[in-house]
T-cell receptor
């Protein structure tokens, strides 16, 4: 009964460091997303994927890259972290317009 | 102008009260509407979809007004466990299936 699993749950980076957030879903969903949530801003879409091997930009894609090599996994990469990327990141998958979220990653960039 | 606007609150109500939230959307071509619930430091979870004719799920009632471009959520007989942030979510007709727009959320606190 895993659903959507995100790793890691917490991470602290220094400016300029790189990292990858992993999202895995076991519901065989085609659509997957990465959102960030900041106080007073709500959820904003970073990138999304409509199927294995495809990705597309969302509202705030700059500074992030993604890959969907396998249907069940959606990776979010930060090549050179900046303090403005301090946020809570949520991965989600969807079926019939309904989103299923992972438990989130709290990322701090110092 | 944001695609989806919500009153951020906070709404503070006693147990047993009735409380209503509104949400407005800017694109008249919006097609699908939802309310999600998010507990503090947790992920959002689907509360209910909103249908054109309005729909009810226990103590929760959702309404859609296409002419005025808003949706509402009514909670009757509030419980302490209803304390959360409620997110209004909209999909625009023609957008990628599953591409959803989120409001900033309305915070509700129910006190004993």
């Amino acid at each position: 009964n895993a659903g959507v699993t995100q790793t890691p749950k917490f991470r602290v980076l220094k400016t300029g460091q790189s990292m990858t957030l992993l999202c895995a879903q076991d519901m065989n969903h085609e659509y997957m997303y990465w959102y960030r949530q900041d106080p007073g801003m709500g959820l904003r879409l970073i990138h999304y994927s409509v199927g294995e091997g495809t990705t597309a930009k969302g509202e705030v894609p700059d500074g992030y890259n993604v890959s969907r090599l396998k249907k069940q996994n959606f990776l979010l990469g930060l090549e050179s972290a900046a303090p403005s990327q301090t946020s809570v990141y949520f991965c989600a998958s969807s079926y019939a317009e309904k989103l299923f979220f992972g438990s989130g990653t709290q990322l701090s960039v110092l | 102008r944001k695609e989806v606007e919500q009153d951020p609150g906070p709404f503070n109500v006693p147990e047993g009260a009735t409380v209503a939230f509104n949400c407005t959307y800017s694109n008249s071509a919006s097609q699908s509407f939802f309310w999600y619930r998010q507990d503090c430091r947790k992920e959002p979870k689907l509360l209910m979809s909103v249908y054109s004719s309005g729909n009810e799920d226990g103590r929760f009632t959702a309404q859609l007004n296409r002419a005025s471009q808003y949706i509402s959520l009514l909670i009757r007989d509030s419980k302490l466990s209803d304390s959360a942030t409620y997110l209004c979510v909209v999909r625009q007709r023609g957008s990628t299936l599953g591409r959803l727009y989120f409001g900033r959320g309305t915070q509700l606190t129910v006190w004993p």
